[in-house]
């Protein structure tokens, strides 16, 4: 017997209703199955709380009114809805407040793109704040610069001359200790 088998017994269990077989495959299931006797018991509980239930009184006539509603409503023709007026699906309210939000995201978009006709955009000033002020190269003389750069002490284009310099500094700080 398997879980679904045990399952759809179960009542039939409870009523004493199984044939001799079947009652000793249902016993030999809950004795592999432990957690099985939980789900017996409650089926159990339920089935004597249900037989404990006042029973419902209904008028004499109950189930004539009640035959007589469901044929009105079998023979009643289906109502049909018309598709009436729609732009992609949607109503003409629902098409009008799409199409202002569409226009309205367009112009937001619109006035987010700068304008190229009025030169560049400034930088607000709390991206270019600096410990010290920085001169753009359009604010200093061509000769200015020219001489600064000559007047260097270290080029730039010499990394390698750089580097080698600053390994021979380490080395003379590191010293290797032996045996001490």
Same mark, same amino acid.
């Given at each position: 017997?398997?879980?679904?088998?045990?399952?759809?017994?179960?009542?039939?269990?409870?009523?004493?209703?199984?044939?001799?077989?079947? +009652?000793?495959?249902?016993?030999?299931?809950?004795?592999?199955?432990?957690?099985?006797?939980?789900?017996?018991? +409650?089926?159990?509980?339920?089935?004597?709380?249900?037989?404990?239930?006042?029973?419902?009184?209904?008028?004499?006539?109950?189930?004539?009114?009640?035959?007589?509603?469901?044929?009105?409503?079998?023979? +009643?023709?289906? @109502?049909?809805?018309?598709?009436?007026?729609?732009?992609?699906?949607?109503?003409?309210?629902?098409?009008?407040?799409?199409?202002?939000?569409?226009?309205?995201?367009?112009?937001?978009?619109? @006035?987010?793109?700068?304008?190229?006709?009025?030169?560049?955009?400034?930088?607000?000033?709390?991206?270019? @704040?600096?410990?010290?002020?920085?001169?753009?190269?359009?604010?200093?003389?061509?000769?200015?610069?020219?001489?600064?750069?000559?007047?260097?002490?270290?080029?730039?284009?010499?990394?390698?001359?750089?580097?080698?310099?600053? +390994?021979?500094?380490?080395?003379?700080?590191?010293?290797?200790?032996?045996?001490?």
């Amino acid at each position: 017997m398997d879980r679904y088998q045990f399952e759809d017994s179960i009542s039939e269990y409870i009523e004493n209703t199984l044939t001799l077989s079947q +009652r000793k495959d249902f016993e030999d299931y809950i004795e592999n199955n432990p957690e099985s006797v939980v789900l017996v018991e +409650r089926v159990r509980s339920v089935i004597n709380n249900m037989q404990k239930m006042p029973d419902v009184k209904t008028s004499p006539d109950f189930m004539g009114q009640l035959m007589r509603k469901v044929d009105v409503e079998k023979n +009643r023709p289906a @109502q049909r809805v018309k598709p009436g007026n729609t732009v992609f699906g949607f109503t003409p309210l629902y098409a009008g407040l799409m199409s202002v939000a569409v226009v309205g995201l367009i112009m937001i978009g619109l @006035q987010m793109i700068p304008d190229s006709s009025q030169g560049p955009t400034p930088i607000p000033n709390h991206f270019t @704040q600096e410990s010290a002020p920085v001169q753009s190269p359009a604010t200093q003389p061509h000769e200015l610069r020219m001489e600064s750069l000559a007047g260097a002490e270290e080029d730039s284009a010499n990394v390698e001359v750089q580097m080698d310099k600053r +390994r021979s500094n380490i080395k003379n700080k590191i010293r290797l200790v032996k045996n001490q």
